[in-house]
T-cell receptor, first 112, second 115 residues
Framework: GENVGLHLPTLSVQEGDNSIINCAYSNSASDYFIWYKQESGKGPQFIIDIRSNMDKRQGQRVTVLLNKTVKHLSLQIAATQPGDSAVYFCAETNTNAGKSTFGDGTTLTVKP | NAGVTQTPKFQVLKTGQSMTLQCAQDMNHNSMYWYRQDPGMGLRLIYYSASEGTTDKGEVPNGYNVSRLNKREFSLRLESAAPSQTSVYFC??????????????FGDGTRLSIL
């Protein structure tokens, strides 16, 4: 399953499928990017980050892809599980200016 | 390790009342932050503290004050609460001074309603 930016803020996938969550960022000077997961009633939790000198970074079951040309960030979750159900949002940071901007988020629902 | 602890978890105020939101971290982090989260909007930075003894305004500082009491604690004060300040408030910390190139660790928030 895949969403496209703010126009589709929800994503529903079957357990075991791969999920792709997209984020369009706005500032070409941003050089550090983070994906956070936020469960209902909880604070955001760090998932994975990437710096602008990279275009791909992998973690455990998650991969972040960065396309600076079109200012696009994506989070891929492999073998999505019910525990992955949450809101996911990206954050872009211009580290020189000390300024971060957080996206609105995409709600991921995993159906058993 | 508790991480970032916020108190209270919930609060209802009347317009014009004042209150202080408390935040403490036990990770020996240098930088601390206060955000608000409103429906349909991303987190917005209210104030931050790059190190003990320093504070700086963020994107939406009006109506708020902060105190970096010591390295562990960073409080947010509403002097005269307004309905527009109804929101969920998150405190966060990061390891380095001016830790913009690091992930932040968040508390579980304070849900504040102003009537």
């Amino acid at each position: 399953g895949e969403n496209v930016g703010l126009h589709l803020p929800t994503l529903s996938v079957q357990e075991g499928d791969n999920s792709i969550i997209n984020c369009a960022y706005s500032n070409s000077a941003s050089d550090y990017f983070i994906w956070y997961k936020q469960e209902s009633g909880k604070g955001p939790q760090f998932i994975i980050d990437i710096r602008s000198n990279m275009d791909k970074r992998q973690g455990q079951r998650v991969t972040v892809l960065l396309n600076k040309t079109v200012k696009h960030l994506s989070l891929q979750i492999a073998a999505t599980q019910p525990g992955d159900s949450a809101v996911y949002f990206c954050a872009e940071t211009n580290t020189n200016a000390g300024k971060s901007t957080f996206g609105d988020g995409t709600t991921l629902t995993v159906k058993p | 390790n508790a991480g970032v602890t916020q108190t209270p978890k919930f609060q209802v105020l009347k317009t014009g009342q004042s209150m202080t939101l408390q935040c403490a971290q036990d990770m020996n982090h240098n930088s601390m932050y206060w955000y608000r989260q409103d429906p349909g909007m991303g987190l917005r930075l209210i104030y931050y503290s790059a190190s003990e003894g320093t504070t700086d305004k963020g994107e939406v500082p009006n109506g708020y004050n902060v105190s970096r009491l010591n390295k562990r604690e960073f409080s947010l004060r509403l002097e005269s609460a307004a309905p527009s300040q109804t929101s969920v408030y998150f405190c966060a910390s990061s390891e380095n001074r001016r830790g913009w190139d690091q992930p932040q660790h968040f508390g579980d928030g304070t849900r504040l309603s102003i009537l």
